[in-house]
């Protein structure tokens, strides 16, 4: 019988969470939800740990912790809130995974710290590697934690160089599905609602990773996290639009043939992949039938349409913490933009004027991130109110 493994998620409530909680009580057998944390849904969490009975549950919403710790604390399950709390408990005993679940920023420090307890790492969290990738590429160096990634895209390409030689690597390439706005005119584009951008034509998501993918920032984010996670240099990291997302992605190697990661859109089947140390577990969900999707079809994006995608490849060359002026600013123009306070072009406007306004730093430190952070953050919320309708 295999040793349980114990798996602490970090955004328990979010779509990745719910989705890793489902294959949890699918191999009960090999899989123990022992640490659960959730952003500020407390009702959802108190009913998680209820079904699921980890060892510890905490909120990083300071003001929902009475109404947790009311809740759990007769069953034994111990409780805690904020940011710190989180950070220390990715430390603990009872964890071998930790599912980096969360959207955003938020993210980086509990997985720094998992990182330096040796935890095993299932990164959903793209902006970890997308703020703070030269930093967590060096952790990683001191650490035996090893990083499988949950992104389909990520993970295809994970599967796809099992057994390669990193030197027979040409490029990688990543697929797109071209969100919900990849047939509207520049024109049209300036009118677009909150509504629209939320209704993706393939993908369940969370509203944050939603917009990205409207915008195309998901793909410039997950050209700089497949930098990192594959030392692969961006003038050989390619996206390609593919809309009905049953590539995942592929890779193109030095001889010409290029492999492929095929699957219907479903986050279980990299969720699983990783759980299972990028072992395939049998499952009975249903299967990839090719005659039911008579035409593949591709295009190049357009980057004047969505420009955002070329962010990647000028964060990259510029290095330092460029990427993560970018980072903090499309998080504040989205919640924006999500409370129908900006319209969906400002968002990139937010993004350009903040990277024109804050200081560069060419080697930051984690303190450089925090503060990069905060001051973005500050600065794009006063862009906010100066484009509010």
């Known amino acids: 019988m295999n040793q349980l493994k114990n798996i602490a998620i970090l955004g328990s409530t979010g779509s990745i969470g719910r989705q890793t909680l489902d294959i949890i009580a699918e191999y009960s057998d090999r899989f123990c939800a022992t640490v659960l944390v959730a952003g500020s849904k407390v009702e959802q969490l108190i009913e998680q740990a209820i079904k699921f009975r980890p060892q510890y549950a905490l909120i990083a919403d300071e003001s929902k912790y009475a109404q947790l710790q009311e809740a759990l604390a007769p069953l034994g399950i111990h409780t805690a809130a904020g940011a710190q709390a989180i950070a220390d408990a990715m430390t603990l005993d009872c964890i071998d995974t930790v599912v980096t679940a969360t959207v955003g920023y938020s993210g980086l420090a509990p997985t720094i710290s998992a990182i330096k307890a040796n935890k095993d790492i299932a990164l959903a969290n793209k902006e970890t590697l997308v703020v703070a990738g030269e930093l967590v590429t060096e952790l990683l160096k001191k650490s035996t934690s090893k ?23 040409k490029r990688l390439i990543i697929t797109a599905s ?16 909150v509504k629209d951008a939320l209704r993706h034509p393939n993908w369940d998501m969370g509203a944050k990773i939603t917009i990205d993918s409207a915008t195309m920032l998901n793909k410039a984010f997950e050209i700089i996290e497949a930098h990192w996670l594959f030392g692969i240099d ?49 499952t009975n969900e249903p299967s990839l039938t090719l005659a039911d999707y008579a035409n593949l079809t591709f295009e190049a994006p357009d980057a004047n349409r969505f420009p955002g995608i070329n962010l990647s490849y000028y964060a990259l060359e510029k290095g330092g913490n460029a990427a993560c002026v970018i980072n903090a600013s499309n998080e504040i123009a989205v919640a924006a933009f999500l409370r129908e306070q900006i319209g969906f072009l400002d968002i990139y406007k937010i993004i350009l004027q903040s990277l024109e306004k804050m200081p560069f730093v060419a080697s930051p430190s984690y303190e450089d991130y925090v503060n990069t952070n905060s001051a973005t953050r500050e600065y794009a919320e006063l862009l906010v109110k100066q484009m509010k309708n």
């Open 147 to 169: 990083v499988i990634p949950v992104d389909s895209e990520h993970s295809a390409i994970y599967q796809c160089l099992v057994g390669e030689e990193p030197q027979s690597v």
């Open 178 to 193: 071209g969100g919900p706005f990849r047939t509207f005119d520049a024109e049209r584009l300036k009118t677009v609602t």
């Open 234 to 282: 961006a003038n050989r990291i390619d996206a390609v639009v593919h809309p009905q997302s049953i590539i995942h992605s592929m890779v193109e190697f030095v001889d010409g043939a290029v492999k492929a990661q095929l699957g219907l859109p479903d986050m279980h089947l990299p969720i699983r992949y990783a759980l299972g140390d990028a072992s395939r577990l049998a």
